[in-house]
C-alpha cells in the first residue's frame, strides 16, 4: 500500500538553506553522494547571486502535486529570498533539475538554460547535474555551456526523427507502442515540456504580448519559429517518453488489486496511444492530451496496486501541463464568470494580478488559449478538467 506523503518541513529546509545554501533530504542520499554534496555547496558559496538548492523527493500526491516549481515556490513564499532556486525532480524517466528566480538579474529564462545543460550532460546523475548547475552559476559559464548542449541535442533529435520515420510502425494492442515510441528514448535529455513553455513566455514578453511588461525587442519571426519548434519537439519526445514508461509498468506489474482500477489503467494508457497517434508532427494540442491521459493511467496504475477505487484528478484549466488542480477559482469571462479548477501557481499568479502561464498554441500564424483552440475533446473539457470522464469524451469526439 502507498504511504500518504508527509508534508515538507519548510523550517528545517529553511534552516539548510540559511546554512550552507543547500537542502539534500535524507531520502536523497543515495541519488546525491556525500561529495557531491560537498562541490555543490562550494560551488553555491562562490556564485554572485544567492543561490539555493533542494534536493526533495517529490511525488504526485504530495501538496506541491510534484512538480518541482511548486515546490520551489512554496518554498520561497515561506521565506521570501531573492536568489537562484534549483530544484530536483525524480518523476518519470530520468532525473533533472527545475529552476527559478526571485528579484536577481538571473531571470528565469537564464536559470531554465542552467539545468538544461546540466541535465544533457549528466542525464541519469541527479549529483552531478547539481554540481554542473552550480558551476555555471559560479563560474559564469552558463551561456556558452547551453549553446554547446543545445546544438548536440538539436544533432540528436534530427537523428532520432529520422531513423523513426524510417522504420516507423504501430501496435494497436496492448504491447509496445513500437519504434515511434522507442525512438524517443536515444535523445540524452528531453527538455521538460513547462520549462519549455516558460521559455516561450519569455518570448512572448520579449514581443510585448503579456501586459505589464515592458517590450524589449521585436524578435525575427525566425527566431520565435525556432522556440516554438524546439518547445513542440520537447514536448512530443517527453510524451513518448512517460507513454514507454507507463506502458512497461503495466506489463511488468501484476494484475492484482482493484479491477475497476485495473481497468481505468488500461483505459488511459489505449487512449493515450491512440491520441498519440504515429505521426512524426502530432498537433501539439494532442500532445498535452497523451500527457495528460499518461498522468492519469498512472494514477489509475498506483490505485489498482494499493487495492483503492481510482477516481481522476481534475487538472489546472489555464495549462493542464501545470498537473492536478488545488482549488476552485472564480474567473471574469466575456459572457460572465465562470468557477474552474487551478493550480496553486496559476492560483497565486491571478491573486498577485499577474497574468498566468495559459496553455497557447498557434493557429493561424496566432497565439491562441487552448480553450478557444476547438479542437475537442481538450477545449470543451478543459483537458477533463470539467467532464472529470476524459476517456469517454474522447471517444465520442473522435469515433
Given at each position: 500500500m502507498t504511504a500518504t506523503p508527509q508534508s515538507a518541513d519548510l523550517d528545517a529546509i529553511w534552516a539548510s538553506l540559511d546554512e550552507t545554501g543547500v537542502y539534500v533530504d535524507p531520502s536523497m542520499t543515495s541519488q546525491i553522494t556525500a561529495d557531491?554534496?560537498?562541490?555543490?555547496?562550494?560551488?553555491?558559496?562562490?556564485?554572485?547571486?544567492?543561490?539555493?538548492?533542494?534536493a526533495y523527493p517529490l511525488?504526485?500526491?504530495?501538496?506541491?502535486?510534484?512538480?518541482?516549481?511548486?515546490?520551489?515556490?512554496?518554498?520561497?513564499?515561506?521565506?521570501?529570498?531573492?536568489?537562484?532556486?534549483?530544484?530536483?525532480?525524480?518523476?518519470f524517466g530520468e532525473p533533472r533539475l527545475e529552476g527559478k528566480s526571485w528579484e536577481t538579474t538571473t531571470d528565469d529564462y537564464a536559470a531554465y538554460?542552467?539545468?538544461?545543460?546540466?541535465?544533457?550532460?549528466?542525464?541519469?546523475?541527479?549529483?552531478?547535474?547539481?554540481?554542473?548547475?552550480?558551476?555555471?552559476?559560479?563560474?559564469?559559464?552558463?551561456?556558452?555551456?547551453?549553446?554547446?548542449?543545445?546544438?548536440?541535442?538539436?544533432?540528436?533529435?534530427?537523428?532520432?526523427?529520422?531513423?523513426?520515420?524510417?522504420?516507423?510502425?504501430?501496435?494497436?494492442?496492448?504491447?509496445?507502442t513500437g519504434p515511434i515510441v522507442a525512438g524517443s528514448l536515444t535523445i540524452a535529455?528531453?527538455?521538460v515540456a513547462i520549462a519549455l513553455a516558460r521559455t516561450w513566455r519569455r518570448y512572448k514578453i520579449e514581443r510585448g504580448d503579456i501586459p505589464g511588461r515592458k517590450k524589449a525587442f521585436a524578435l525575427p519571426a525566425s527566431v520565435v519559429e525556432r522556440v516554438r519548434d524546439a518547445h513542440d519537439s520537447a514536448l512530443i519526445a517527453r510524451a513518448d517518453r512517460e507513454l514507454l514508461a507507463l506502458g512497461e509498468l503495466i506489463d511488468e506489474t501484476d494484475m492484482q488489486g482493484d479491477a475497476a482500477a485495473w481497468q481505468a489503467a488500461l483505459d488511459h494508457y489505449d487512449a493515450a496511444k491512440r491520441t498519440?497517434?504515429?505521426?512524426?508532427?502530432?498537433?501539439?494540442?494532442?500532445?498535452?492530451?497523451?500527457?495528460?491521459?499518461?498522468?492519469r493511467g498512472s494514477a489509475a496504475l498506483d490505485a489498482a496496486t494499493a487495492g483503492k477505487a481510482y477516481k481522476p484528478t481534475a487538472p489546472c484549466y489555464l495549462n493542464p501541463l501545470h498537473g492536478a488542480a488545488n482549488g476552485r477559482t472564480t474567473l471574469d469571462t466575456a459572457t460572465g464568470k465562470v468557477t474552474v479548477p487551478l493550480c496553486a501557481a496559476c492560483r497565486r499568479d491571478l491573486k498577485a494580478h499577474r497574468r498566468?502561464?495559459?496553455l497557447d498554441v498557434v493557429r493561424g500564424g496566432k497565439p491562441v488559449h487552448y480553450f478557444d483552440s476547438g479542437v475537442e475533446p481538450w477545449a470543451s473539457t478543459g483537458y477533463?478538467?470539467?467532464e472529470l470522464d476524459l476517456v469517454t469524451q474522447l471517444h465520442r469526439t473522435r469515433r
Open positions: 557531491q554534496v560537498a562541490e555543490i555547496e562550494a560551488n553555491v558559496a562562490r556564485t554572485e547571486e544567492p543561490t539555493y538548492v533542494v511525488a504526485f500526491d504530495d501538496e506541491f502535486s510534484g512538480r518541482a516549481e511548486d515546490l520551489l515556490a512554496t518554498v520561497h513564499d515561506h521565506n521570501p529570498q531573492p536568489g537562484v532556486y534549483l530544484a530536483t525532480d525524480t518523476g538554460k542552467v539545468t538544461f545543460a546540466a541535465e544533457h550532460e549528466h542525464p541519469s546523475n541527479l549529483g552531478d547535474q547539481l554540481v554542473a548547475a552550480t558551476e555555471m552559476l559560479a563560474d559564469g559559464t552558463t551561456e556558452a555551456r547551453y549553446n554547446e548542449e543545445w546544438t548536440e541535442y538539436e544533432k540528436e533529435s534530427e537523428s532520432t526523427s529520422s531513423s523513426t520515420s524510417s522504420s516507423s510502425s504501430y501496435d494497436d494492442g496492448g504491447g509496445s535529455i528531453v527538455v498519440r497517434g504515429e505521426g512524426s508532427k502530432p498537433d501539439v494540442l494532442d500532445v498535452v492530451g497523451t500527457l495528460v491521459l499518461v498522468e498566468p502561464d495559459i477533463g478538467s470539467l
